[in-house]
C-alpha cells in the first residue's frame, strides 16, 4: 500500500517495532517479507485471531495490556494444539486515540510478552483507520511432525479435563466494567484476568503427549466442548458442580443464591484461555502428577460418551439445553451483564 | 475470542470461507490453528498487508474486488522477492455495510483469485467492527533455502529495472473517483487496475535468479527505489524520460503541459505493484528475453551509483527533491487530486 508517513507508521515501525523484531527472520521490519529458514521434522502451527476495540476490548483498556492481550488469546491456541510458540506477524490498525505514547505503551506490552513468552516479532503492517482501533496477529508455531493436536481424536470412555480455573474471563469483564460489587482485590484479580489472560503454554508439552481432542476456552467451556464433540463425532457429558473456581470466582459464588444458573453462566462465559481437553482414563494418574509438578489446577470435569453434543449435568440430574444453545447470546463487552 | 453467533461469523466460516480452505492443511476451518508441513530445501517467505476502507479501498469499491486487492497486493510483495505463494491467513473485521450479500462477494472474489494464483486459504478469524471495513492477510510462499532476494544488495554498476507501467495506480485511483476525463475506456482501464493490480508472479522465478535488490512498488517507484538505496548504501540514479506508461497513461500524458511534474507526479503515487530491482549490466539481454518469454514489459530507468539516495534526472538535468521528498505527502485515497 502507498505509505506516506502523515500519520507516523514510519517512525512508528523503525523506533518502536524494529526493535522487537526478530534479528535474523525479521530482517529488522527493513524488508517486505520476514524469511524462516524452515524446521526438518516439525509442522509449522499457525493460529490468527483479531481484536476490535469495543468489542473485545474496552475503549478505556491500556494499550500495554491490549497488546499483551492479543499476544495471548493466539498463544493460547498454540498451547491448546501442544504447539511450540517461536513468533508472530502483526497488524495494527490504529485510531485516533493511538497517538505516540499509547504506541509506545504497546510496544512496551509486547516486549514484555515476548521475553515472557520467548517469541519475536517477524513482521507484519501498520495502518490507520477512522474508526475504532483493531488489532490482529499470525502467532506461529512448531510441533512435531503429525503431532499437533486436534478437535478429532475424541472417543467415547475418555475423560474431559480442565486446566486451571473457569468463569474469569467472563467475571473479569464484568469487573473491568465496574460491575461486580465483590472486594476491591477480587475486582483487580478477575479484572487483570480479563486483560491479560495467562495462556497454558507451560502445560503444552504435556498436551502433545496426552492429549486426544484439545481446545483453548475461549468461546465458553460448553461450547468449546462442543467443539471437540461436534468434530470428533460423540457425546460429551459435562459436570457443573466440579467446575474449578479462583479465590475470586468462588467469592463471587458464595453470593448466588443459584448455584445451577451461577455455575452455567460461568461454563458459557468464555474468554478463560484455559485448556479442555480429552484423555485415556488411564493417563489420568499421569496428566495429575504432570499438572502437580508445573503448579496448574487440572480438574475432570466429564467424560466422552458415544452420542452427539454436550450434555450437562448438575446435582445428578441432566440440564436442558436453554433456547440458543449454550451460549451467552450476546457480544462480549457490550451485552454481558453480571446480575 | 468469546464467538456467540449475533452476527453470523460461524455461518460465514462454515458456508463462505471453509470452501476456500486447503483441504489438508486449513483441517476444515474447523480448528484453532492450521498445521502445515515443512518443506526441507525451502525457506518460508512471509508478508502481512492490511487494508482500510476510506484509507486503502473506497467505500463504494465492491467486496469481490476488494478481496481481489487484498490478496494481490500480499502476492505482490511475494512476487518482488522471487518467492512463490502457496496459502494465506485471512483477519475479517467486517463493518455494519458487510451484510451476507457482501460477504459472499467477498467470498467470491477470493476464489476467483485463488484459482488464478494457485494459493489456499490455511486459517484465520472474522470480527465485527463499528467502524469502517479492515482486512488483512499473511501470504505465506516458498524460496529456496537462502535464496529469497532483499532490499540490501545493489551495488554501483548494476542497472534499475521495472516491469510493466508505472502511474496506473495513482491514475486509477483517480479514476475510481471519478477525477479524469479521459475517453471512458481508459478511465475504466484505469479504476479496473486500481482496483484489481496484477502481482508480477510471473516474473518471480527470474527475480529468483537474477535480482540482487528487489522490492514492489507500492509506495511509489522513487520512494521505493530509495528503500533499496537506503538499505544497501548506495545511490540510485532514476531517469525520467524512460517511465514506462500504459496506453491510458499515456492519454493522460499527452494532456499535460509540463511532463516533468506528470512523470514526477506518476513515480511517486505508489499502488502500481509492479517490481523495481537492480541486476548486473551484463545480466540485461537475458533478462529481456525472460520478460519477453512472459509477454512483459521490462524497463531500464536508471543504474546504482556510489553515494546515497535516490536522485531523479529529467531532460539530462538532475532534479532537486520536493521539501518533504519523493512521496505525494498525503493519504491515497483521501488527499491525492488529479490536477
Redesign the interface.
Known sequence: ???????GEFETIRKLLAPLAHPEWG?GL???????????G???????????E???FLAEDPLDTVAQKLLR?NLS??A??G?EPFGY???C?W?ERCGWPEREAFARGLAIDQKAFGIAL???????????A?F?V?MMGW?P?GR?V???GARSGQLVFVTGQIGD?WLGLQAAQGRLSLAPERVAALAEHYRRPMPRLIFAPVIREMARAS??V???LIADLG?IAD?SGVGIELDLEPTPLSAAGQAWFDTRVDEQAALERLAT???DYEIAFTAEAGDEETLRREAERRHLRLTVVGRVVAGRGVTVRFGGVTLSVPKGGW??????VDGATES
Open positions: 500500500m502507498p505509505a506516506v508517513d502523515v500519520t530482517r527493513l524488508d517486505d517479507v520476514a524469511v524462516l529458514p524452515t524446521r526438518p516439525y509442522d509449522l502451527v499457525l493460529t490468527k485471531d483479531a481484536i476490535v469495543g468489542v473485545h488469546v491456541d498454540l491448546a494444539k504447539a506477524m502483526l497488524a490498525h485510531s517477524i513482521g507484519g503492517d501498520t495502518v490507520v483507520t477512522p474508526g475504532p483493531s490482529s499470525t510441533a511432525k499437533t486436534g478437535r478429532s474471563g481446545v483453548d475461549s468461546d465458553g467443539h468434530v462465559g468464555g474468554d451460549t451467552h447470546g450476546h457480544s462480549p
